[in-house]
């Protein structure tokens, strides 16, 4: 806490605030996600899996192939840098696999089928929240 009580560090002024609403919208579209995948008939088994080299969004399973699909989600308020799966590249999505690998370890399931998805939310402030899916993105 800085001298003024007010538990921000002292310098940031507002990009405290900033990290809040990012990581509020991150949540938002996380639920969202969730959700979308729960309506189209899968399982969410983990959200937000962590380890020491990295989180894990979403992984699900697909009870009719019993695909494991690892969900990274992506969401913005606009598309002022571009779409926010344009923000999940190569070395991102390297990343992703290997983390997918890691939880494969610790949580001791069996390899199968995988997939690697990514979730696309755009919530502009006062409009409509558009979600777009892209399966097997990479």
């Known amino acids: ?3 003024s009580g007010s538990g921000r560090h002292a310098g940031l ?3 405290t605030t900033a990290y809040q609403r990012r990581a509020a919208l991150g949540r938002f579209g996380e639920r969202l996600a969730a959700a979308h995948l729960s309506g189209h008939g899968l399982t969410v088994l983990a959200r937000n899996w962590r380890c020491p080299r990295g989180e894990l969004d979403l992984v699900a399973v697909d ?4 695909t494991l699909v690892f969900c990274e989600v992506k969401t913005r308020r606009s598309e002022r840098f571009g779409p926010p799966a344009a923000a999940v ?3 991102k999505a390297q990343r992703i696999r290997g983390l997918a690998l890691d ?3 610790s949580t001791g399931t069996r390899r199968g089928p995988l997939r690697f998805d990514v979730i ?3 919530a502009p402030p006062g409009d409509t929240v558009r979600l777009e899916h892209l399966t097997s993105a990479f």
Do not use: R
Not at 63 to 66: I, K, R, V, W
């Open 103 to 105: 939880w494969l370890a």
């Open 89 to 91: 590249g190569a070395v």
């Open 63 to 66: 009870p009719g192939t019993a």
């Open 13 to 15: 002024g507002d990009q």
């Open 1 to 3: 806490m800085n001298s």
């Open 120 to 122: 696309s939310v755009l």
